[in-house]
């Protein structure tokens, strides 16, 4: 696997597993009915901000990250960023790999630290990766993510210093 | 003092203010050097988001807040909220009025919670409005905000469920 600046040609790959993904609606507060061309919008981002994606060996697109400026002015040193792997290539290390890499990126560009603003508590397999990274949560917004079948339940904000 | 819609015939009531408290840095997140046109476009909210100036007997426009959508899709019933007051006018309730307003027009909305995600910890007035009113910290950024005379303090997140 290496990870690579995103380019427009990867942008069909990522596409279909990013619209399932949206459209289930159980991990990410995308409005579920986004459609292509604004999520493209806002997931292909320009520099200073910055869109990567994994590869396999045989060129599959396995799952992408952005990252970006989390605030701005007195706060623009907190950076945060978003993950999405493909779900037949779940499990393979494909998110800790991107995780990594982000991290790495925002360490060389200056931020002292990463926030993630909404990770939903349900997603366990998320919280658990970004804890092993060194994350804390460190606060949860109560009832804040309506989960397709759960229900309303909590949307942590993750951080971790660099 | 009373609340309303805020115009385009406002903004040069608003700017000046805003202007000050941008550049001096040490209660917001905006860029130190935002320019009046950025600001504007940043300020003056349309449908389903919002901006009000709160506004004197007279005609004097005391202070301003903007309200929108914190997140979208599945945490889309989560509201958020901006204020500044006029320097020469705090201390008379202004922000109080301001705060009322916001979380009624929240309310009204079908807004579920108010979050704010960014509010500095030195800015200690502003915390004491905002649990006075009924909010909590549920997490705090730590060394989230570069103060321009304190250095790094920590930057809050703040909730009230509605």
């Known amino acids: 696997m290496i990870i690579r600046e995103a380019t427009a040609e990867d942008w069909p790959a990522i596409w279909p597993f990013m619209h399932g993904i949206i459209a289930a609606g159980e ?53 945060s960023a978003s993950f999405m792997v493909s779900p037949e290539h779940s499990g393979q290390g494909v998110g800790r790999a991107l995780g990594e890499h982000v991290l790495s990126w925002a360490r060389a560009e200056g931020y002292r630290a990463m926030q993630f603003n909404a990770v939903v508590a349900t997603n366990v397999r998320a919280v658990a990766l970004w804890r092993s990274l060194g994350f804390t949560i460190i606060g949860t917004l109560p009832e804040g993510f309506l989960h397709p079948t759960e229900g309303y339940v909590g949307l942590h904000i993750m951080h971790m210093p660099l």
Do not use: Q
């Open 27 to 79: 991990t990410y507060t995308f409005d579920r009915d986004t459609s292509e061309s604004r999520a493209r919008a806002m997931w292909m981002l320009s520099a200073p901000s910055r869109t990567v994606v994994a590869v396999s060996d045989d060129g599959t697109v396995l799952g992408t990250a952005k990252m970006n400026p989390n605030h701005m002015g007195g706060a623009s040193h907190i950076a």
